[in-house]
């Protein structure tokens, strides 16, 4: 099956099982996705789609923004091309190439830079704070759901590895999320008072955030 949105044909992959609700998703390679029982006909979902086709462009810009960070290589947002060079032993940058004598070295090195990246910005933004907090700890890890998280109970701060990819402001506002939460373990107005004491435009940053 396939479903036209504008100039543009998309595959749909129907996967029927025995739940009772249809859900609808955009897989890699813009493939759209449908999830339904066995009794929903192609047309109750040409139909269904086409209702939701508003929903389903926001989900293609998603994803074709998901699949060209794969497909590139960011460090804060800057985008660089990926050269293996066999007669070099370590990293070199020139511009906007990355010259590496194997993949894995790369990988090591990338990974590297990131903890150096985000615990200079954490500790940045530690030091800028007036209010009293624990020095942070940093953790790094790929989360789905979530950019960053402030765990109270060992004064860690997780980071989304993913932030990498992204312009700086984007991890300045999360890391100042986060700090914050160390006054307001919550969501309240006091706590988003002092986020945008230290990040004033901190909504669009978010907005931007949740459409990545």
């Given amino acids: 099956m396939e479903f036209k949105i504008e100039e543009n044909v998309y595959p749909v992959e129907i996967i029927r099982k025995k739940n009772k609700n249809t859900y609808i998703r955009v897989k890699s390679g813009k493939i759209i996705s449908v999830t339904t029982n066995r009794w929903v006909s192609e047309r109750q979902i040409e139909k269904l789609l086409k209702e939701n086709v508003e929903a389903l462009k926001k989900m293609l810009i998603k994803c074709q923004k998901e699949d ?11 985008k660089y091309d990926i050269i293996i060079v066999s007669g070099i032993d370590s990293i070199e940058i020139s511009g906007n190439k990355i010259f590496t004598p194997t993949k894995r070295k790369l990988e090591l090195w990338y990974k590297s ?16 704070f007036e209010e009293s907090i624990p020095k942070p700890k940093l953790k790094i890890r ?25 312009d700086s402001t984007k991890l300045d506002y999360v890391i100042i999320h986060e700090l914050s939460h160390f006054r307001h373990f919550n969501h309240s107005k006091d706590f988003w008072t002092l986020v945008s004491k230290y990040c004033p435009n901190y909504k669009e940053i978010r907005k931007a955030l949740r459409e990545e």
């Fill in 142 to 166: 790929t989360m789905k759901t979530r950019w960053g998280v402030c765990n109270i109970k060992d004064n860690s701060v997780t980071l989304n590895s993913r932030l990498m990819e992204y």
């Fill in 113 to 128: 830079e990131m903890k150096k990246l985000f615990e200079e910005h954490l500790m940045f933004w530690y030091e800028q």
């Fill in 68 to 78: 060209d960070k794969k497909e590139n290589f960011y460090i804060l947002g800057t």
